[in-house]
């Protein structure tokens, strides 16, 4: 079946830190991938998506690129603030009909220090 | 933005009862929402697909007797825990998709509702 590895928790990194967060997947067919963030108090929210295979997704300052051949969707920014301290989730959904439904990781949680 | 509701936010019971939690989206109407529970430091699982006007569809291992989702309108998806026991404590997720744009993929969550059971 489907399912997504991300890197363990917490991270804690100063302003303006190079950040990653690694997730890698197992999937059948060709799914399309995401990540999600979710800030203190608040639903989970649509950060960046790709469809295929090489695309990159980014958005905010954050990007991920489709990689199938090593089934990795790592997640990079150049310079983090404060204001991105949250949890992170790595997510894919299942190709074909219905492809709406999602897989996701355990979540990462990122703690930026001014 | 599309903005989706969950009411409770958090739910301290007694073993047996039963408890109901609300989903509903704000500013738009969801055709399909998803159900979704969280263990602490475990991801996001999925347990039902709820849409509109018929019953929803369950995942696998997911008892639907214990589970009841109604999803009477466009805005409204209810989950109900009948006779709750210690084991369903958990962090309860649902989201909604925008009706009529169900490829678009991009699904609006709730900020959860976390149940404890004594």
């Known amino acids: 079946g489907n399912s997504v590895t991300q890197m363990e928790g917490p991270v804690t990194l100063s302003e303006e830190a190079f950040l990653t967060i690694n997730c890698t997947y197992t999937?059948?067919?060709?799914?399309?991938l995401f990540w999600y963030v979710q800030y203190p108090g608040e639903g989970l929210q649509l950060l960046l998506k790709a469809t295929k295979a090489d695309d990159k997704g980014s958005n905010k300052g954050f990007e991920a690129t489709y990689r199938k051949e090593t089934t990795s969707f790592h997640l990079e920014k150049g310079s983090v603030q404060v204001s991105d301290s949250a949890v992170y989730f790595c997510a894919l959904s299942r190709s074909g009909a219905g492809s709406y439904q999602l897989t996701f990781g355990k979540g990462t949680k990122l703690s930026v220090i001014p | 933005g599309a903005v989706v509701s969950q009411h409770p936010s958090w739910v301290i019971c007694k073993s047996g009862t039963s408890v109901k939690i609300e989903c509903r989206s704000l500013d738009f109407q969801a055709t399909t929402m998803f159900w979704y529970r969280q263990f602490p430091k475990q991801s996001l699982m999925l347990m039902a697909t709820s849409n509109e006007g018929s019953k929803a569809t369950y995942e696998q291992g997911v008892e639907k007797d214990k589970f009841l989702i109604n999803h009477a309108s466009l805005t409204l998806s209810t989950l109900t825990v009948t006779s709750a026991h210690p084991e369903d404590s958990s962090f309860y997720i649902c989201s909604a998709i925008l009706a009529g744009l169900i490829l678009e993929e991009t699904q609006y969550f709730g900020p959860g509702t976390r149940l404890l059971v004594l």
């Open positions: 999937a059948t067919g060709y799914p399309s």
